[in-house]
């Protein structure tokens, strides 16, 4: 289970401390010429050190390319690419290799595998979304030449909450900040409150609102391959998620139908949707309205101070954090919603188009659903 | 995409307003004799009718077994069953057929099939569910006899919200009251609110609680089979589901890390966590605490009142329910999230066991995690 | 692992000697118009009671389709339909529950599952075939519908062989003679051959040739799902089989590569080889030429005479078939092979078309592969 | 379509003249301990270079892994590996890039993705067999130590046969010739008509048998998992292979059910069969009895002679082989039918272990196919 998506699949493979990660990402259409330069960028918004908040760990995080490219195109074959992990330090766990870190997942891996895991978490560590921004990276740009734009940023830190509503920020405006938060108050307030908790060797937790526009409508499989299914699935995958909502959500729960439903209305050329409370899928399928989700980050477990816990043997022990770990991954986690929305979206994009290829090719003799 | 699982796989088929809804259950272990009255129970939990919040169709579901049986146990073969339609008023939705109704799949199924859905909603329907119960039901009686129960309930229905906290509610409980919260009086408010919007013809959402108890650690597929993300795809692919959190969930985000992560401790017998904010799971893995999560419905589209809306021609139009549809699912949807739980854990230890079945028979050479 | 395909997926069920079997294909695309009649006309060709050389069981064997139409289009829903059961004598069976029945699946499903298959082979049974039919015949309408077609015919039964050179044979000349094998002298032999085994008690096997014309190139999905791969999966879960060979085959074996490599040349609109030892496929992927494979069937293990075996205590027993068994399946499969193949084929399609929906659709932006 | 199994999976990638190829190989169990040396015997055996009969290409062909293990154990993480391409020669290649090598994949490949392959064939190239058999020597080895064994030999080359009847060779006398068949006057034959072929410019075709002793009887999961369908796709996905057949095979195409038939009786221990003409398998599973199967191989299609071919601007022109390549690829196909035979065993088995896990651990409760 180490292979995500049906007609696009990535594979991926390595642990934390290990020579490398890397993936296959297998089913990329072929005569796609990707600009390696924004999948570097992408990698750059991800990797540790980018931003103050997170991780003090340095990787380059430029990935090598091993196959699937024939004079800058894709190929249609698998392309494979190795990840090095050049900045290890198993130094930072040196003693810990028999003591289970608290909501870690050192306790479910031995009980599952028999074995604890490698220092730093091995393959349960976050460094595996390296893998995925890198994947995801090359999903967006097929998106982008599709019209598909998607966008996610941090929405809450701790109580600290900003929300966009109908005015979505601009990439530029996200990563300008080192929240990931694009207002600038609210970025402040965040980092403040993140660097108090460095300090107290606590750490944090919070939300990162993404939205995808140009999508048409027709995506997603009922009834086990909803769209909300999907990137359920997907977005789950990641570290430390714990919740997630699409629309108006949680929020919404004491609003009537009547307050959520969304009336369709025409803009003159097509069918939308006077509110977008759905968050653009209905039935599972998306709209043509703007997708819309929300997902919930826990604090990182690993921290600055000691803790109890057992050791393997079942004795009572302390613990304390040494790593370079993130107070709050929620910054890091942006670009790594962005890049599994897009491995989603691509993937179902596929699906529609086995099937209905009149869709996205109208000029082709006329089927209902080809127009408008 | 009609089928769910890797190991258990339920396929299902079928429409509202079709000659029947039915599933083939394939994977099930052969040499169980399954309890046909527990299946019907919850077909009666389920089914319209069951309680007075819901719809006021009326439909015997009780499953027409097809295959998969030899005196009265399990073979191995596909189980195949049939739930008929008997109650189909198509007259409910005469003069609909060309109108989009908001927030249903109308609109959506059109732009992916070129088709109008069939009156009722067709392969949109929740009617799907009670294939899912079915099979659900049987998945539930083989983690019975491993020790594994699910229980769930309503927990908010609009602003009426009634926590458990660890005293986990009985069955009996739950099933005693029509808004399915077994609290005396939260389900007395939940009723009267339901019935003040049925009057005027509006609708409401809210969110089902679910615990698992009795699950080894061990269940789950890492990175991308996650227990977390099999779970999320499944009960996202059951109708109006918006919101899904485990553990602490949403209303945890503004707590740090010391206040969420989970000690360990032992009881004795084995290793436990003192608090359980991590909703039994850790690294995407079962850790042998209650799985618990929540999962939040939206209020149902149809509303009997009129709404605008457009044609199929896209000029302007009014529309109006006159089915009987539920003003509230949220208590039908409680076995639902029961037996689509079910599915996902029975598919989970399937998975699990492949690898190390040594783990459920610990008898055998010993092995690092058949201990404790 | 009751379920065939990717893209088109079709789950059966069912046993021989239970109420029915059936289906359910997922993945076809809506919006098309199947012809049931034809649907019919398969299952007659395949029916038991079909031609003289098989069983005498009867069998009327119109589906029931359940799901995935309306209006008498498919509406991407799963189509879902049963075939009853009839004419099951379970009498014939009466007193070989507990002996296993030599060369069947008694013993390996006792094996496997700890219970011997119902009378008749329970889910073992090749009334398994009736459903293959019916959604292969589904699936070759629609590739009729894009020009491709599909024809088999027996061409070996015992040391009776009949080649068909370069001149395939027409449906309506397969199905005019009891063997479907087109060549009347053939015919005739075989009929005496399986005639002079019936009265000995005895069986005898052969082999169905398999030709596909207008296939375009392209389809198949190297390197695992190469189309050969696709295909010989699908074609070794058809009962009894026990060898498959692609174009030139094992007679070929002693043939240079100078003898047996395709010439590619032009036909004036289009690329061609001057001959198809490859039998329509390198490198996995179709080439436009004609498909052409042929398949090996074992006789049928039911012998109307005396044979050792053992019972289920392990004590030596003798056991005499009584069932209306087939002398020769070879004829009843020639069906069963076509529909098993436009499966496959179909399937495929949809495959190639999900990545490459410009090569359907030349009138789109040029690519050079939509060429020619 | 990459990807090989379910429950162990092997995903490759890479291109004959690319970097490297690799795989990454999921869901071995954790806790084993590979013997690398014995991953090095079976590459070196299947490298160009490791017979005289084939290429001279040279490969160093020593996996390097980059995940998956710790401490010398499979840790349950996904286990990936590199081989890198060192002895690549494009100028071998120089001037064939717009031409379509008769029968070899260049023109379905670009048929289908709209490019020519890479020199050499790229993703279409026997390379990827190099990571076929790494992965396939790990299962080995896991299969082994539950008392499995494998072994493969070439039977025939041209016209030149050899049958071992019941007297299956050791490896080492398989391995101790260049042709891989273990009869030293066949060998002689086979070598004498390969280097013939050689000088003429010409290439050979022939099988291989493979015989697998020690599986228990349960494996394979009807209908469509057959292990017969499971191994034919595998074995399928093979370059070259152009034929498949079980047990008799074709060559018992003219005997009766009487004759083929394997009747049960006991060796006073368990359940055997008088004779194989089954070839281990019944009904799609295992009966318990060796596997027997043979693989047709056709020859190599790179031809060191001019052939006729077009370009591709469709205009007539000739070509002519300068690679390295093999005049006949059967003695380096015995270990990759190994290795691919390997690695569907090991997944069936997990798969039957998944439902069945009593079946392996016979000491837990009594089940009625624990026994025997």
Redesign the interface.
């Known amino acids: 289970?180490?292979?995500?998506g049906h007609?696009l699949?990535l594979?991926?493979?390595?642990?934390s401390h290990?020579?490398?990660?890397?993936g296959?990402l297998?089913?990329f259409?072929?005569?796609f010429k990707p600009d390696f330069e924004k999948v570097n960028l992408w990698n750059a918004r991800r990797r540790p050190g980018s931003t103050s908040l997170g991780t003090r760990r340095e990787e380059a995080d430029v990935p090598e390319f091993?196959?699937?490219l024939?004079d800058g195109?894709t190929?249609?074959?698998?392309?494979?690419f190795?990840l090095r992990n050049t900045d290890q330090r198993p130094q930072d766990y040196a003693g810990l290799r028999h003591k289970?870190r608290?909501?870690?997942?050192d306790?479910?891996?031995?009980?599952?595998?028999?074995?604890m895991?490698?220092p730093g978490?091995?393959?349960?560590s976050a460094r595996?979304t390296a893998v995925r921004v890198t994947a995801g990276a090359l999903a967006l740009q097929w998106l982008a030449a599709k019209g598909v734009g998607i966008r996610a940023w941090t929405e809450?830190i701790?109580?600290i909450r900003w929300t966009a509503g109908d005015n979505w920020p601009e990439e530029e405006a996200i990563y300008a900040t080192e929240s990931r938060c694009p207002d600038p108050h609210s970025d402040e307030a965040m980092r403040h409150l993140v660097q108090a908790?460095r300090e107290k060797g606590?750490?944090?937790?919070?939300?990162v609102r993404c939205v995808v526009t140009g999508l048409p409508?027709?995506l997603?499989?009922?009834?086990?391959?909803?769209l909300?299914?999907?990137l359920?699935?997907?977005?789950?995958?990641i570290?430390a998620?714990?919740?997630?909502?699409?629309?108006?959500?949680?929020e919404?729960?004491?609003?009537?139908?009547?307050a959520?439903?969304?009336?369709?209305?025409?803009d003159g050329l097509k069918?939308v949707?006077r509110t977008n409370?759905?968050?653009g899928?209905?039935?599972?399928?998306?709209?043509?309205m703007p997708l819309v989700f929300r997902v919930?980050f826990?604090?990182?477990?690993?921290?600055a101070?000691p803790?109890?816990?057992?050791d393997l043997s079942?004795q009572?022990t302390t613990i304390e954090g040494r790593g370079r770990h993130d107070p709050c991954v929620v910054p890091r986690a942006v670009p790594v919603v962005v890049a599994t929305t897009a491995l989603v979206l691509m993937d179902a994009w596929?699906?529609?188009?086995?099937?209905?290829?009149?869709f996205?090719?109208p000029?082709?003799p006329a089927?209902?659903?080809?127009t408008?």
């Open positions: 289970m180490n292979t995500l007609l699949r594979t991926t493979f390595g642990e290990g020579p490398a990660v890397g296959v297998d089913g259409p072929a005569g091993l196959s699937g024939q195109l190929n249609g074959a698998p392309l494979a190795l289970f608290p909501s870690h997942a306790f479910t891996y031995f009980k599952k595998y028999g074995l895991p490698a978490g091995g393959r349960a595996e809450q701790g109580a908790l606590d750490s944090i937790g919070g939300t409508p027709g997603g499989e009922p009834v086990y391959g909803k909300t299914a999907l359920a699935m997907a977005l789950w995958s570290n998620v714990k919740g997630l909502d699409f629309g108006a959500g949680f919404a729960v004491d609003h009537t139908g009547s959520l439903n969304d009336l369709f209305e025409t069918v949707t409370h759905s968050g899928i209905q039935g599972g399928i998306s709209n043509g919930l826990k604090p990182p477990s690993t921290l101070r803790q109890e816990t057992l079942g009572k596929l699906m529609h188009q086995a099937r209905y290829p009149e996205f090719y000029q082709s089927f209902p659903h080809a408008g």
